[in-house]
């Protein structure tokens, strides 16, 4: 009867519960109870029965292996998942399809010009290319702009998922301790276990997961469940960093840049100044109240803040330190130390008395004969923090830290144990995670082609394409200015020409960085900051329709049609286009010469190099050749070291089959070097040989010298959008199989833990009749025992 009536409330139990998110299906454990051994007067003619039914608990119906293999997906899922949220944010910007954009604009500035081939001269059509050159600047820049929301929405959405993550792992912590206590007191606490199950799904989102279960030995051969969620590394998939261990757990935070000699780096505002990578941070392992850290590390209490009331009269003040020692015990210390009185009320000398103040409390603190050995106190920007000297359980912690009693006007801000220090802390490298957490930071750092760190360049993510626009834009920009100034010969038109051209003084960079000095440009354009000249804008530079500068019907427009041509060339678009870091160096190919070639044979190298700007500009320079190819390229070097310009601008070296050319200027950071691009080689005619030849050279350095894309302007941006479409294609395919295997695995589950109604009616019925044949059973007993005692033996009376 009680197993009966036990069995229907379990089943009560799951039906009420058939549509809570997470509830596993319950099921009475019940075994066949049966007496051991045999009376003294047994009969060995009787039958041994069976003395009933026993109940061992109630468990749940669940599948570890189903566990594994949903978390599993689930982490691809969030992984897909987090890529196509970023990429959806990415198309709404770089998608010209059905609305004006600057594939549009590219297209109406190309037809204003066509308009002015037409109508050279006539003020009305140039200004109506600069309005359009203009509007095209302006969509450039709003794209920029919308890209770095787009950017900012995404940092925002993994700050929160890491703080999610983090809160989760928490909440596991806080169930872990209540499991813990009601497996001592002996109740199963199987809703608390749903609840984890639910948080440990959620969390394999975020992160692929290793979960396993184990025995905790709590002594008198009595022991609990213990619980351990580890990181699974992606490059080895073998369990990790540790995020959960009964009891303890790890904080998980976006891991902070440090300095050169490994020190965190802050900014202006003491804030920490967040890894370059947005790399995980997860900290050592801590009980939940920041007490007890399971690895080798320092204890911190911090004080943040320190306040002073008006008209504070500074003087002597005792500050009360409690704290913990290895074992336990609590001790109260009283420090005297110097509080600064400020000059006036003002804010600059409130400020300079509080870190006078905190100083002298810190090296109170530092001198005191009680706490010199237990802790090291260090004065910051607004507060102190006093870190143990000892590390792990031996260990001393403050617990508490108040001033005493005092006419000084100064109150102490929040005081608290912080978490531990950075040293223990363990950084996920790239590559090393997966799951919804590293695809974002994926999204927020992957440069692809344009990464300098030696990092991998197949990764790309927002930085890609905003420095693919910066790259479109530059290369628009630097080839109009390049055509608006020099001649097809490379000489400028602020001077005569070769073949006696007129100089034109309306000639001048048509694009600049916003604000730069059109004449003395030293900003880097990008899609960010290009804008039409300030020169343009007021008429002082026009743009130039002759080379000649004749106005002579033929030649009267020439210089239009190479602005025309800029849309309609074929470029090679590299990284180092926008990208060229101190270390970028131009290396030639090995040197090759005909037999034929006579020793003494007057040749020129023209040694072709952009600037800061992506100007190029060639340099000429004389040199004869040798009896070998390497005896030429010598002689090439010689010359080299010997012409004032190249030798100006690059360090040279001859590395004996190759030259290596380097800037010798350092840069700072965000502006180009100068590098060289390539060399080509002339007879004394004047006429291109390849008597001689250095063949293809190579650019080394951080940012790569290989093209990402060959084709004019507009073919540029469409493989932006190219790209972006495929990579979308690509990942949401990639989903859709990820997703479908979970949801497949999720049914699986459900038809092993989620509740049946038309099972658990049939329990219903079969524990009800149960418990009614138990009901009848007594009753036959108890009519059989009266029969017994009342009925026999009475006949004949």
């Not at 047994?42 to 109940?55: C, E, K, R, T």
């Not at 600069?130 to 929301?149: P, Y």
């Not at 678009?573 to 926008?578: G, L, N, T, V, W």
Request: glycine share 8%.
């Amino acid at each position: 009867m009680i197993a009966s009536q036990m069995a229907l409330n379990v089943t009560g139990q799951n039906i009420s519960n058939i549509n809570t998110p997470g509830y596993t299906r319950q099921r009475l454990d019940q075994y066949s109870f049966i007496t051991s051994g045999s009376g003294l007067y047994h009969s060995a003619n009787s039958a041994s029965v069976g003395s009933g039914v026993m109940l061992s608990g109630i468990s749940q119906l669940r599948d570890p292996f189903l566990d594994i293999r949903f978390r599993k997906e689930m982490s691809s899922v969030g992984s897909a998942s987090a890529i196509l949220d970023g990429l959806d944010q990415l198309e709404s910007v770089i998608n010209d399809v059905n609305k004006s954009g600057i594939t549009t604009q590219i297209q109406d500035l190309l037809g204003k010009l066509n308009d002015l081939n037409d109508h050279v001269g006539e003020k009305e059509f140039d200004s109506l290319v600069r309005s359009s050159a203009e509007a095209l600047c302006q969509l450039l820049n709003t794209s920029a702009k919308d890209l770095e929301t787009v950017f900012e929405n995404v940092y925002n959405q993994y700050t929160q998922n890491v703080q999610e993550a983090d809160n989760i792992l928490k909440k596991i912590q806080e169930l872990n301790e209540e499991i813990r206590r009601s497996d001592i007191n002996g109740d199963s606490a199987l809703e608390l276990r749903d609840q984890r199950n639910m948080l440990i799904d959620q969390l394999s989102e975020y992160m692929k997961i290793d979960v396993t279960y184990s025995e905790e030995n709590l002594g008198a051969g009595f022991s609990v469940e213990k619980l351990t969620i580890k990181m699974v590394d992606n490059k080895t998939n073998k369990p990790g960093a540790t995020l959960i261990d009964g009891i303890y757990r790890a904080d998980l935070s976006i891991a902070q840049k440090v300095d050169a000699a490994g020190k965190p780096v802050v900014d202006a505002d003491g804030k920490p100044v967040p890894d370059d990578l947005l790399r995980l941070a997860i900290s050592e392992l801590h009980d939940s109240a920041y007490q007890t850290q399971l690895s080798n590390t320092n204890s911190q209490f911090q004080l943040q803040g320190l306040d002073f009331g008006k008209n504070a009269q500074g003087g002597q003040q005792t500050i009360d330190i409690t704290y913990k020692d290895k074992d336990g015990n609590k001790h109260t210390v009283s420090v005297d130390f110097t509080v600064e009185k400020p000059a006036d009320d003002t804010p600059e000398a409130i400020a300079k008395a509080r870190e006078k103040t905190l100083a002298n409390l810190a090296d109170a603190l530092n001198k005191d004969a009680t706490l010199q050995g237990l802790f090291t106190a260090k004065a910051t920007s607004n507060g102190l923090v006093m870190t143990s000297t000892d590390k792990g359980a031996d260990a001393a912690t403050v617990t508490q830290m108040e001033l005493a009693a005092n006419n000084t006007g100064i109150t102490l801000g929040d005081t608290k144990s912080i978490a531990a220090v950075p040293a223990n802390t363990t950084i996920v490298d790239e590559g090393h995670g997966y799951g919804a957490l590293e695809s974002t930071r994926q999204m927020l750092t992957g440069a692809g082609e344009f990464r300098t760190d030696g990092g991998d360049k197949s990764i790309r993510g927002i930085p890609y394409y905003q420095k693919s626009l910066d790259a479109l834009a530059n290369k628009f920009a630097t080839e109009m200015n390049r055509i608006n100034t020099t001649r097809p010969d490379g000489t400028s038109f602020s001077e005569v020409g070769s073949n006696g051209e007129a100089v034109q003084k309306q000639a001048g960079n048509l694009f600049t960085a916003e604000g730069d000095d059109p004449k003395n440009p030293d900003t880097v354009i990008t899609a960010g900051n290009i804008s039409i000249s300030s020169a343009w804008k007021s008429g002082e530079v026009q743009i130039i329709s002759s080379v000649s500068g004749n106005p002579v019907q033929g030649t009267m427009n020439d210089n239009i049609n190479r602005l025309i041509n800029v849309f309609e060339t074929s470029y090679t678009f590299r990284p180092s286009d926008i990208i060229r870091t101190n270390d970028a160096t131009f290396t030639t190919g090995e040197p090759k010469q005909d037999n034929a070639l006579t020793p003494g044979t007057e040749l020129t190298a023209h040694i072709t190099y952009i600037d800061g700007m992506n100007q190029e500009h060639t340099v000429k320079v004389k040199f004869q050749s040798g009896a070998t190819a390497e005896d030429t390229q010598n002689n090439l070097y010689a010359a080299l070291q010997k012409d004032q310009t190249i030798n100006g601008i690059f360090d040279m070296k001859d590395n004996g089959t190759t030259i290596t050319f380097d800037d010798k200027a350092v840069v700072p950071e965000g502006s180009l070097c100068n590098l060289v691009t390539g060399i080509a080689f002339t007879d004394a005619q004047g006429s291109k040989t390849d008597a001689f030849s250095m063949g293809d050279g190579a650019v080394a350095g951080a940012a790569s010298g290989d093209s990402i894309y060959k084709g004019n302007l507009e073919g540029c941006y469409a493989n932006m959008e190219g790209v972006l479409g495929a990579h979308k294609s690509t990942t949401y395919t990639i989903y859709e199989t990820y997703a479908a295997a979970a949801d497949g695995i999720n049914t699986s589950r459900d038809s092993v833990s989620g509740v049946d109604l038309n099972e658990e009616g049939m329990n219903l019925l079969q524990y009800q009749k149960s418990f009614a044949a138990a009901c009848r059973l007594m009753t036959a007993l108890d009519e059989a025992m009266d029969k017994v005692i009342n009925g026999m033996g009475i006949v004949g009376r």
